[in-house]
């Protein structure tokens, strides 16, 4: 197991191995002893489909151990992270009888970790929170850097806390069991890290992937799975990355922005299609493409470095479907400019490895980017 440490206010472990979920109860002791008061209470919070296959070695693994377990288990899917789960998971967690003291594990992808988290927030003014993905996403991005929340009817995220977890349980043979359109979703994350912070990452990548691609989602998790310690190797290094960044900039300010990365665009097209068509890392995987040219039409990335990138992300798959109109991509960049105080920020690259922010982009730069990816303009 390698571990990689958070840093920041609030400083939290990530373990990083496989085969580690039977650790969970060693791990929660010693994180017990920094803590004030004692609770043996624990709430394993999952959804049905990786409820499936991890939550029974979990929660055994945890009882053994000594923890008074019980279990919460919703549906799959974007719908839960809504007010009304919300309070019936607080309500739940009530009649229970858990206390502050207690330990919520948020079991899952992106999703239980967002929703089980911002319950454990709120819980009591909150309560001890582990988090355990199991998504290829919620492994190198969502599970690290405390930002936990639901959604609203206006739009995604849009409520929510920084709630910082006790220790980060990361076991990649959890991945195993993940959909193959989920797995390569979440490799957008880690392309991502390539190109806006290590470079050698990128260029690791296109060694692996250029021989083996343009292949399908299940083609390319049986090639990584079959590379385990790529895989663990890819795993470790986005988490540190993503640590580091977030150490930095612990409350989102500045730097913290440069993992939008694709995702001004990715978001607008998810929105645009009513989160229907592309998964979130499909919708990124283009987003970074239409950043990528902006890049390029600014005149801070080279012609070759961007038909190199473009080229590179054209490889992953996403689906064949009817694109939304650029007017509505556009139209539905409305959400993030309002997040951001009515400027649009557009991450862009001025080097493969070096990203930056811009504002005050005109209005036909950024479509044309939407435009030409849309319309295949680009390969
Ligand atoms: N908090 C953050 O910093 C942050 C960052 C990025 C994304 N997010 C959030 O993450 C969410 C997306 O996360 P996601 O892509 O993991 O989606 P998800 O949680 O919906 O998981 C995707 C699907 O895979 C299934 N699944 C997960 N792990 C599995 C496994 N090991 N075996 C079998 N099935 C498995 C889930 O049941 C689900 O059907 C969004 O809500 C997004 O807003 C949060």
């Known amino acids: 197991m390698q571990t990689v440490q958070a840093r920041g206010v609030n400083p939290y472990t990530i373990h990083v191995g496989r085969s580690i979920l039977q650790q969970a109860p060693d791990l929660l002791e010693q994180a017990m002893k920094r803590c004030k008061h004692r609770d043996n209470r624990v709430l394993i919070v999952t959804d049905r489909h990786v409820a499936r296959y991890h939550l029974v070695p979990l929660s055994t693994a ?52 967002d929703f089980a988290g911002f319950a454990s927030s709120n819980y009591m003014r909150g ?101 385990g310690h790529f895989l663990d190797e890819l795993v470790l290094r986005s988490s540190r990355i993503k640590a580091e960044i977030v150490e930095r900039d612990e409350r989102e300010q500045d730097l913290r922005m440069i993992l939008n990365f694709g995702h001004t665009f990715g978001h607008a097209l998810e929105q645009a299609t009513s989160y229907r068509k592309y998964l979130h890392g499909e919708a990124v995987f283009l987003g970074m493409r239409m950043a990528t040219l902006l890049s390029e039409t600014l005149g801070l990335l080279d012609a070759d470095t961007g038909a190199r990138v473009c080229g590179f992300l054209g490889r992953f798959p996403t689906p064949r479907v009817k694109p939304p109109s650029v007017k509505r991509v556009f139209a539905a960049m409305g959400t993030d400019k309002k997040k951001r105080g009515g400027t649009l920020h557009f991450v862009v690259l001025e080097a493969l490895g070096k990203a930056v922010t811009k504002s005050d982009i005109p209005d036909g730069l950024v479509t044309q980017s939407i435009d030409r990816v849309l319309s295949g303009a680009v390969s």
């Open 127 to 227: 309560c001890h929170l582990v988090q355990v993905p199991t998504s290829l996403l919620a492994q190198v991005d969502s599970s690290i850097g405390g930002k936990v929340g639901i959604n609203l009817p206006e739009g995604k995220n849009l409520v929510g806390s920084f709630h910082p977890p006790l220790f980060v349980l990361m076991d990649i043979d959890t991945l195993r069991t993940l959909p193959s359109r989920e797995f390569v979703s979440g490799l957008a994350e880690i392309v991502k890290y390539g190109l806006i912070g290590e470079r050698r990452l990128f260029e690791e990548l296109e060694r692996f992937f250029i021989p083996l691609s343009p292949g399908t989602a299940k083609e390319i998790q049986k090639a990584l799975t079959e590379q």
């Open 62 to 113: 945890l009882r053994k151990g000594g923890f008074e377990v019980q279990r919460l288990v919703f549906p799959a899917g974007e719908q839960l992270k809504k007010h009304k789960s919300l309070y019936g998971m607080l309500r739940a967690m009530v009649r229970r009888g858990l206390t502050r003291d207690s330990t919520v594990f948020a079991l899952g992808g992106g999703v239980i970790g």
